[in-house]
């Protein structure tokens, strides 16, 4: 009698078991069919912190191998600077060009060459340049930065170019309202502790609150203190600082993933641009275009330091700041920040051609002339306030390099060139490390066929902005 009903129910038990397999693969499939697409949403729910932290260390070094050995096909990575020319505070600029040419061709060579039969060939130069880890992103913090600020080290990946190819740390401070003082840095990174003995007497309070702000720490994606972050720190659980990337009003090289597009491997690498000038530009952002530096100020936080995700941020730390008595604090003291002098440049942004050289003249004469820099890059900033889409998958095919689809990216914002010697690398992305590869990249791309001399000419130009 009871082995019976064992038996029965045993049966029963197995037959209950095999629907419920059967209704939860169906479930599963029918969902499949329904949504074959990637979420944009990306999961609230983590895994334990040892447990993603072990399996990060574990892969860092391959992660970074496979990074280094796209970068070395693509660049000559060695240190090449010019010792005479110098950043305000007295880095030499790099000297390029530092990408490398296939199957054997000049620079001459390939500038004859139509985009269809760069793109055949499968040789340009300049192609997009992925995250060091595309597939997981976030902010990276360059490894000479890391050693003043050890809080903005992650432990899944290391930035990835040389220091050579990057600003100054600490960058030079101009303001437009004190010329009179020159570089207000005092050769410091400005952070939290020493902003207000820099500034206490030279700013207005409401402009002192306001670079308070932009140096204090707020929750970010891979910066919180939630068990889904990147960093080990107890000081990196705070958060960033807008001048962690920015820094001094500037930029330190930082690059993270843009959070406006989806699905992952179609979001751009974006280098963080300088904030000097911001106060003559109407545009902001490379591909965002909001429209003041109120905007970007509140949509930082608000956004791109969570990805575009409010639900994430939500749940990490979301921090709202108040648009009349925070936001606009802190976009009055961006909007101080001034361009480095340019002592060769007249009231009109031109050369003054009783100090400039021979080279730099011509320089200046292509610019405006059989190189139509002058069309986008208008004086006396060098930006016309707009996009353009330079169309630069003419010269490539379609495909996954470094787990980021390299396909055409659309307009983009023409970013000014005043003090551009300054702030390498170039584009958006920072794939042009030089400025002697930004003119390579626009002769192939404008098809202008430049001499070589006439290469020379134009960089010499670009250095004097
Ligand atoms: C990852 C480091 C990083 C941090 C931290 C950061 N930014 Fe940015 N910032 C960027 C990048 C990258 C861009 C370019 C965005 C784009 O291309 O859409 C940018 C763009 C900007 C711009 C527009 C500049 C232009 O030329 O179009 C402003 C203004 C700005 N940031 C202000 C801030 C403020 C204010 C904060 C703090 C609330 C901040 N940023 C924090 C990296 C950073
Ligand atoms: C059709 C408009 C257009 C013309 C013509 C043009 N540019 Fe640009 N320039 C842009 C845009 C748009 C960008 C930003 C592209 C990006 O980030 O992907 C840019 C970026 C740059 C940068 C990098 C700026 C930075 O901060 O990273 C340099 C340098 C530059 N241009 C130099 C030149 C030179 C030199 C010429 C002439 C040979 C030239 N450009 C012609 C639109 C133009």
Redesign the pocket.
């Known amino acids: 009698m009871t082995t019976q009903r064992t038996k029965t129910l045993m049966a029963f038990s197995i037959l209950l078991a095999i629907v419920a397999v059967m209704l939860v693969t169906r479930h599963v499939r029918a969902q499949k069919q329904q949504d074959p697409k990637p979420s944009s949403y990306s999961s609230v729910i983590e895994e334990p912190l040892d447990v993603v932290r072990a399996r990060d260390k574990a892969a860092k070094a391959g992660v970074m191998a496979a990074h280094q050995k796209l970068l070395e096909e693509r660049y000559d990575l060695s240190r090449h600077v010019d010792d005479s020319l110098r950043m305000t505070r007295g880095k030499p600029i790099p000297v390029g060009p530092t990408a490398r040419l296939k199957n054997g061709l000049t620079w001459e060579q390939l500038g004859q060459m139509s985009p269809a039969e760069i793109r055949d060939q499968g040789i340009f130069p300049y192609l997009p340049l992925p995250h060091v880890n595309h597939p997981v992103g976030g902010?990276?913090?360059p490894q000479t930065e890391i050693k003043s600020l050890p809080r903005l080290e992650r432990f899944d990946m290391d930035f990835d170019l040389p220091d050579w190819f990057l600003p100054e740390i600490p960058a030079a401070i101009f303001l437009t309202t004190r010329p009179d003082l020159g570089d207000v840095s005092k050769g410091q990174v400005v952070t939290v502790d020493n902003y207000y003995d820099l500034f206490n007497g030279i700013l207005n309070p409401k402009q002192l609150e306001g670079l308070r702000?932009?140096v204090t720490q707020?929750p970010?994606q891979q910066f919180n203190a939630t068990a889904d972050r990147k960093t080990e720190k107890a000081d990196g659980m705070r958060g960033?600082?807008?001048?962690?990337?920015?820094v001094n009003g500037h930029?330190s090289g930082?690059?993270?993933l843009?959070g406006?597009i989806r699905p992952q491997e179609n979001r751009?690498r974006?280098?963080?641009?300088?904030?000097r000038?911001?106060n003559i530009?109407r545009?902001?952002?490379?591909?965002?275009a909001?429209k003041t530096?109120e905007d970007?100020?509140?949509f930082?936080?608000r956004a791109?330091?969570f990805d575009g995700d409010p639900v994430g941020a939500t749940k990490k730390g979301l921090n709202i700041?108040d648009r009349g008595s925070q936001v606009h604090d802190?976009?009055e003291f961006?909007e101080l920040l001034d361009f480095p002098p340019a002592p060769k440049l007249n009231v009109y942004g031109r050369l003054d051609r009783t100090k400039a050289n021979e080279s730099e003249i011509r320089g200046e004469e292509l610019f405006f002339g059989k190189a139509n820099c002058s069309s986008c890059h208008t004086p006396p900033y060098y930006t016309d306030n707009s996009m353009h889409d330079l169309q630069v998958e003419r010269f490539y095919k379609p495909r996954l390099e470094g787990g980021m689809l390299i396909t055409a990216q659309g307009p983009i914002?023409t970013?000014?060139l005043r003090g551009i010697k300054e702030s390498p690398p170039y584009l958006?992305d920072g794939r042009l490390l030089t400025l002697e590869d930004t003119v390579e990249f626009f002769n192939l791309v404008l098809e202008i066929k430049l001499t070589a001399q006439e290469k020379r000419d134009l960089t010499a130009f670009l250095r004097v902005l």
């Open positions: 902010m990276v913090f702000l932009l707020f970010q960033v600082a807008c001048f962690d990337c920015h930029t930082a690059f993270h843009v406006d751009r974006i280098e963080t641009p300088s904030l000038g911001v530009q545009l902001f952002g490379s591909q965002r909001l530096v970007f100020t509140e930082e936080q791109a330091y700041l802190m976009a961006e914002k970013f000014p958006h």
